[in-house]
């Protein structure tokens, strides 16, 4: 009977054992299961994040070519050289075309703001109203960038006389 008891005491305290040590295990993995759930929630928002970045980048890759034709326009527009012999050479054009012929031109000291540079023109036409806003409107819509500051009209033997003080602009790097 002590035997048997002795033998009995053995199973319980193996048994017991067992239990503690399968508790123990059950914990750890329930701790290692905590620490993974939270590793994927963190990628999970990794995840949400690059892909609203990818969204964002898709809809940037839509309006690339967009862009790349508004910046090659603004190169046209605003040149990295002053060409002013280009400059000249498109207002007489302007002033032949439109009936409008070049009295004068006079391009002033060039003045830097920032990476901008200014050119300020002065010229003077003579013509009718007409050939006047004809040759205006190509000036202002043409392929360079001229703002025109001040616009003189006057008459001179029947004849309308425009005084115009301009603008054009190129960038320096």
Known sequence: M????NVRRVVIVVFVLLIAFSGYLVAKEAFRIGKLSSEIRLLKQDI?????????LKELKKTEENLR???AAIKTLIPDTPLEEQIILRIQNSSVTHSTPL???RIGNHKKDGSLVEMPIEMSFNGTYKSFLSMLSGMIYGERLIRIDEVRLGQSDGNLTIDIKANTFYQIK
């Not at 002590?2 to 008891?5: D, G, P, T």
């Not at 949400?48 to 964002?56: A, G, I």
Request: charge should be positive; aromatic fraction near 10%.
């Open 2 to 5: 002590i035997k048997e008891n």
């Open 48 to 56: 949400f994040s690059q892909q609203l970045n990818l969204k964002q």
């Open 69 to 71: 034709q508004q910046y």
């Open 103 to 105: 009295a004068s031109i």
